[in-house]
Structure formats: structure tokens, C-alpha cells
């Protein structure tokens, strides 16, 4: 037993203590074979940290990563290879990142491997130090559980996970954008960009869509878009800075009564300018083109009722039917309105329509039949006629005063006054506090060329100052100077009366509101939040849905042709109102209107400038070219159009569209002929 060799690295025969452990940063070398132990005694050493292992070879050298044990009695066993089995009770050497072996005389464990005791299943932890055994599932909490419920119930369009809604309704201003809509669901504006391509449609996440859109996009997840009304925003706006807009502030005792605003109302032709002006005695058509008042004007009367001086203020509205959105204006801001009839042409087209716009706005209504003096007039037939739209004269048992006039020549006008007083003071409660800001409506605006922006504004509550601080619609500025409508400077302006506002920073459209507030940043807040709403809104209506089936065909050259404009003029109302017919007008599918710009004032450079960029004609409606825009125009070939009668400019640009259209060929069979025999000629060719 003395002469008998030892194994390297191994225990004293008997020894109990295992081997000295390896370095865990060096590899262990795979050791040659040894010589074949002897007997000998020795008791059972700890094994290598390693699975136990079936019994190895007696005698083998060990495996890869371990070194046999010596053993003294016991055979021992060949090592264990990489991370394999180790050898049995012998004492081979645990394998790498291996389990416990057998209990062995004198084995080590392997690289990693912990010491283990006699057999059993170890951990799994490997060489570099993981937990071992498989991952333990914890219970999920209650929110995990919900979202994992929304994400199967949401809707997926085109793989894209949308919210979920519960048919809530979203109210949205007009011309929100998908992510203004996003922050309200909780969603990410991406995936509703995403979506919206699925969908068919072309948005990009900031830009201003329309209300169809939104609708669509809202309605794939169970949403119901509201949007909010022009009226409803403007009146969250002012909460927003503690103001409120339409009410008289203080009590009854505060209240005093002021005259009643009267719109003049009827049919193109019908002399509602020739009664203004002989109620105002002066000629203020001799200025109006082609005989069609083109602005709004206000002008405040004086007449003796029951020998007391009354005043009224009249809002002249034009009648011809390209206007109707300027009418529905002076129909808000009205008490009572004139509907002026010819005797003999009686109820025409826009005869009802501004009867409807008067109902409407449910306004007492005074007719005018007027023209009694020409030949062929039957005020009989109109009362007649009235009576079907509900207007029942007095003298047949109603309570709709008719008056017999003839503007022309002065007949019955104070009659006529006398009959609007009257109605006021039976149907209407017509008091205001003059002692608050002033509030009112802008009746019409344009841009002076040595005054700047100027606004004609009526009154509706309270008194407005030189010097106030005012916003109207998207302009604002102090009050440098007030004209009254003859022109004349006046330093405060009460209830009821309409002036001419100088000092503003720009021309406010037809029919804003207007409010005095206390400080000019005030001003200037508002006036910017209304800007950038208007800009967002007529954006989204501007914006034409470009889908991606037809998309290569717009882009096609000829297949759709458009014809480009830049609108000028001297009064927003008219411009707005020229847009508005133009834009109307259809000539086929193959040509479309697009207006790039309008303004009021003159036609400048930078029109010119927008022109040559986009191919466009410019129209200036009662404006001319202004300093070198008409030499530029001249010299970059633009053509700029100039009209003062708004017919003229429908029916040119209306034949510029036809002139558009492709032309349609039509083949016309003149002769017909057959043929019998062909030759061939070597000069020639074939002869028929």
C-alpha cells in the first residue's frame, strides 16, 4: 500500500476531506489518464458538486473539467465530462457547471460546481451565478387583468389597437386636429394617424381635419364627436377670462330704454336703398354700381310719434341672393324688420328668403308694399300673397302692419316710421344698460387708405368711449376716433347707435362680436385665440379629402383641372359673399375653384407674388393695384380682373371654367363608300 501511487490533486488514503478547490477563473485542462490505483482503504469523501452519476470505468483517467479522486479500497471511477454526469461512488470529479456526484474517495468538485454531499438533485445555477430552477409565476394584479381585458375588447383596424369607447360623446372645437382628439381618448396620436390610412385617408397629426373626418375616425371606436358651435366657443373663450357676452349687468332699476334697430329686407330691385333714402333724405344710391347696394350700412333716424321725438337705426342689408349670408347677420342683430315688397312684382324668391330669415331670428315684421305708384301695382295680390306665408294683414283680422308707400317719391314714409314704433312698443321690451362695457355687433368693415381699419359697429349694451380697449372678432386695438354716419366726430356712442370705430390693427369680418375689456394684453389674448380658431376652421373647410384610391388619378396631369383665385376687395362682406357664389358654381367634375387668399384692401405685390407661384387670377372687387403690383402684373403677365357689380364676376369667371373643360368630340357621318377591289401599283402602293 506504500509503494502504491497516489493521484494527483486527491485526498490521503482514509482522508475524509476532499480535495483543495480549483481556481474558478482558469479552465480546467482535461488531465491524462493515470495510473490503474490499488487497493486500499479510505473512507467516503463529499463529491463534486455535480447530478449524481451512474457508476464510471474503474481505473479511467478523469473527464473533461475533472480529476479522478484517489481512492484507497474503493475502485475509484472515471471522471465526469462537461457539464455531465459525474462518476459513482468511486470519486471522479464533478462536471463543469455540474450537479453533486456520488460520495467518492477524494474527488474534486468541477469548475463552478458547488461541493455536494452524498447525491440528491442540486440547484440550477450555473457559472455565472443565475438563480436556479424555473421561473416562478406570481399572481397578476388587478390592473395587469384589466388591461389585459380592454386589449382583447379594443378595436383593431389594420393591426392598429385603438381606445375603446362606450358611445361617450368628445366635444371638439371646429377644425381639431387627430391629436387634439387623441388627448381627449387617452390615445397616441400615431396610431390615429395610422389608422386614418386604413381608413382611406391622408392626415398627418397636427394638421386641422374636417368634421367628417373626425366623425369617421370616432365612430371606429364607439365615440360620438360633438363639434362645438362658433356661438359656444367664442362663450368659453370669454369664461376663460371672467367675461360675459350678451347680458345686461346690474337690475331692472339700471335699465333704460333705447330705439329699435330695424333691417331693411326684400327682393334685388324692390327700392329698399330708395327707402332709406328718403327716410334719411338724402341720395346715398347715387354711389351704389349697377343699382345693387354692395355694403352693409347703418344709419339712426329721428321721427315724432304722438308729438315725441323717437329715434330708430336702420341696418341696410343688400337683397341680392350672393349676399344672404351678410342679411342672416343683420337679421341677428335686428329688433324689427322692414320687408319691402314692389306692388307690382310681388312675392319674388328672395322675398321669402328673407322672410325666413326673419322668422328665424323671430323678429316682428313690418311689410312695405312699396311702388303703389306704378302702373300695374296691386297691394291688394301681396297681402294676398303674404297671407300664405303666414303674414296676415291687420285689416283681415292678423297682426302684421302693412303700409302702403312709394319710396320714389316720399309717399307715406312717416307712416311707415310711425307703424315701426308702434310695433316695437306693443311686441318688444327694448331696454339696455348704458352704464357697463360696451357690447355690440360689427355690421361691416373695410381698409382706408389714410385711416386705416376702420369697422362699422353697433351698439347693443352699454356705452362705448373714445379711448376703450376693444376686441372685435379677430382684431383689437384702443378706440383712436368715433364718426357717426353722417361722418361727424362723436366721443361716446349709447345703445342702439351705430358709429365708425378707428384704431384697430387689422379689418374685422361682417358680423363679430365686440367687447371693451380693461387691458390691452387682455385685447390682445383674445384676439389671437379667435385668430388661430378661425385659421384652424377655415383650414379643415378648405382642405379637400384626398383618399388613396383616387389619388393617382388627382395627381394625373389634365385629369383634374383647377382654376386658382386671389379674392380683393374694399368690404369683408362683399368678398365673403363673392367667395361664397363662386364657389358655388359647378361646371363639371373635371374643373374645380380653389381660392387662395382674400383680403380686404387694394391688390398689393405680394398678391402678385402668390399669383405667379400658383397660376392664379386675382380679382379685385371695387380695389384697384396699388403702388407697383399693376407694373409687376403687367411684367410677370398675372391677370388681375377689376369688377364694382358682382354679376359681371360670376358670369366671367363661370365662362373661365367652361373654357376649361375638355372638349367633347362628336363624330358627324358626311358620306359613305365601299370597297370593291383593291390594286397594287409599284409607284404607288395599294389602290381602292
Known sequence: PSGMPRPQGGPRPGGGSAGPRPNPGMMPQRPAAGPRPGPGGGGRGPGGAGRPGGAGRPGGGGGFAGRPGGGGGARPGGGGGFAGRPAGPGGGGGGFGGGPGGGGGGGRPGFGGRPGGPGGRGG????????????RRGRKSKRQRRQEYEAMQAPSVGGVMLPRGNGETIRLSRGASLTDFAEKINANPASLVAVMMNLGEMVTATQSVSDETLQLLAGEMNYAVQIV??????????????????????????????????????????????????????????????????????????????????????????????????????????????????????????????????????????????????????????????????????????????????????????????????????????RANPNQDAQGISIESRLDRGRGAVATVLVQRGTLRVGDTMVVGDAYGRVRAMLDDNGNNVAEAGPSTPVQVLGLTNV??????????????????????????????????????????????????????????????????????????LLQLDVGEEVDIRVLHRGVGAVTESDIDLAMGSDAIVIGFNVRAAGRAAQMAEREGVDVRYYSVIYQAIEEIEAALKGMLKPEYEEVELGTAEIREVFRSSKLGNIA
Do not use: C
Not at 126 to 135: D, E, Q, S
Not at 340 to 353: R, S
Not at 386 to 398: I, K, N, P, Q, S
Open 124 to 135: 440550477t445555477q450555473g457559472a455565472f451565478g443565475r438563480p436556479g430552477g424555473p421561473a
Open 508 to 581: 374685422p369680418g361682417a358680423g363679430d362680436n365686440f367687447l371693451v375689456v380693461e387691458e390691452d394684453r387682455t385685447a390682445r389674448q383674445i384676439a389671437e385665440k379667435r385668430a388661430a380658431r378661425e385659421r384652424n376652421a377655415a383650414f379643415a373647410k378648405r382642405t379637400r379629402r384626398v383618399s388613396l384610391e383616387d389619388l393617382d388619378k388627382v395627381l394625373k396631369a389634365g385629369e383634374v383641372q383647377q382654376l386658382n383665385l386671389i379674392i380683393k376687395g374694399d368690404a369683408s362682406g362683399s368678398v365673403e359673399a363673392l367667395e361664397s357664389s
Open 229 to 430: 358651435s362658433p356661438e359656444e366657443e367664442d362663450r368659453e373663450l370669454l369664461e376663460s377670462f371672467d367675461i360675459e357676452f350678451g347680458e345686461d349687468e346690474g337690475g331692472e332699476d339700471d335699465l333704460v330704454v333705447r330705439p329699435p334697430v330695424v333691417t331693411v329686407m326684400g327682393h334685388v330691385d324692390h327700392g329698399k336703398t330708395r327707402l332709406l333714402d328718403a327716410i334719411r333724405k338724402t341720395n346715398v344710391i347715387a354711389g351704389e354700381a349697377g343699382g345693387i347696394t354692395q355694403h352693409i350700412g347703418a344709419y339712426q333716424v329721428s321721427t315724432e310719434v304722438n308729438d315725441e321725438e323717437r329715434k330708430i337705426t336702420f341696418i341696410d342689408t343688400p337683397g341680392h341672393e350672393a349676399f344672404t349670408a351678410m342679411r342672416a347677420r343683420g337679421a341677428k342683430s335686428t329688433d324689427i324688420a322692414i320687408l319691402v315688397v314692389a306692388a307690382n312684382d310681388g312675392v319674388m324668391p328672395q322675398t321669402v328668403e328673407a322672410l325666413n330669415h326673419a322668422k328665424a331670428a323671430d323678429v316682428p315684421i313690418v311689410v312695405a308694399v312699396n311702388k303703389i305708384d306704378v302702373e300695374g301695382a296691386d297691394p291688394t295680390k301681396v297681402r294676398g300673397q303674404l297671407t300664405e306665408y303666414g303674414l296676415v294683414a291687420e285689416e283681415y283680422g292678423g297682426d302684421t302692419m302693412f303700409v302702403d308707400i312709394s319710396a320714389k317719391q316720399g309717399l307715406y314714409i312717416d307712416e311707415l316710421l310711425e307703424a315701426v314704433v308702434l310695433t316695437a312698443d306693443a311686441s318688444l321690451d327694448l
